[in-house]
């Protein structure tokens, strides 16, 4: 019965959403196999949230006439819960209206104590990639906050990105809305630090876990969006990547808005943010591709 209420609240969350884009879910593993665990795939507060999750999944929007580029999108929440309402769900829609085809994320959480390790949302993403690429050459990647972390770090880690491994080449950009970039001092309070890094962790550990230190010659060209006074994802994130960006030769287009804050998804009604989608749409149009 708790199920089916968790089922039937899902559905009206997200409905508004579905009737607008075609939806087709997709598991990214086997149903009883140790990437997953018994229970409902999700589940989902009444905002939205998801807060855990047993079975990781891919939900496919697909536009009503394909212009042939895709956009794998993960929300962000600290991974500690995951925004699809507010923010993957309204992406994934605006990308559809465009002729994109976008790919949603839910990943597992690294903080519910999975015995795999911290590492399962990054095996998650690279188990996504491995679905999508083969019908989805060009791929690029969405990901908001702790969503963009998860993204950048996985498709950019050395043993994410064996020549072995197709899905290390199918990316041919990130679109990185207020990430967490870095668990470094000085940005080593955050929920992000807390849940991967912790408390007492060393130096190697939180360049582990940190963005700029995996960036490398080869990385996806850059797409960056940021507030001045965001509290949880302060700019020298930004000034981290960029860093790592320019050492590497990595194209990055970085837009910094004086006022937004944390988490505003599609940007604020009235507010320069909100101009932010657009400058991505055109920023996507003009991406090199490759096959």
Do not use: C
Not at 121 to 149: C, E, T, W, Y
Not at 178 to 197: F, K, N
Not at 262 to 275: D, E, P, T, V
């Amino acid at each position: 019965m708790i199920t089916d209420w968790i089922r039937g609240l899902a559905t009206l969350i997200f409905l508004p959403f579905l009737a607008q884009a075609s939806a087709e879910k997709i598991m990214l593993w086997p149903t009883g196999g140790d990437q997953t665990r018994p229970g409902p795939s999700v589940v989902i507060t009444p905002q939205g949230k998801v807060t855990e999750v047993n079975a990781p999944f891919l939900t496919l929007y697909s536009p009503k006439t394909f212009n042939g580029k895709t956009v794998l999108i993960a929300a962000g929440g600290g991974y500690r819960r995951i925004e699809q309402a507010k923010e993957a769900i309204p992406a994934a829609h605006f990308l559809t209206q465009q002729g994109f085809r976008a790919y949603v994320l839910t990943y597992r959480l690294p903080s519910a104590h999975w015995p795999q390790g911290k590492d399962v949302a990054m095996k998650d993403v690279r188990q996504a990639l491995r679905i999508i690429h083969h019908q989805n050459p060009h791929l690029s990647v969405l990901g908001f906050s702790a969503g963009a972390h998860l993204l950048a770090l996985a498709i950019n880690r050395a043993e994410m990105t064996q020549k072995d491994d197709n899905a290390a080449f199918s990316v041919e950009g990130m679109a990185l809305i207020y990430p967490m970039i870095s668990v470094e001092s000085p940005l080593d309070h955050s929920a992000t630090h807390r849940v991967l890094a912790g408390p007492h962790a060393s130096r190697q550990e939180e360049a582990k876990w940190s963005v700029q230190s995996v960036i490398h010659d080869h990385s996806p060209p850059l797409f960056v969006i940021e507030s001045v006074d965001d509290p949880i994802a302060p700019p020298q994130n930004g000034f981290f990547l960029q860093h790592a960006a320019t050492q590497h030769h990595v194209p990055m287009t970085w837009i910094r808005y004086a006022t937004g804050g944390h988490g505003f998804g599609l940007g604020q009604k009235g507010m320069a943010n909100s101009a932010w989608p657009e400058h991505y749409l055109a920023w996507l149009n003009q991406l090199p591709t490759h096959n």
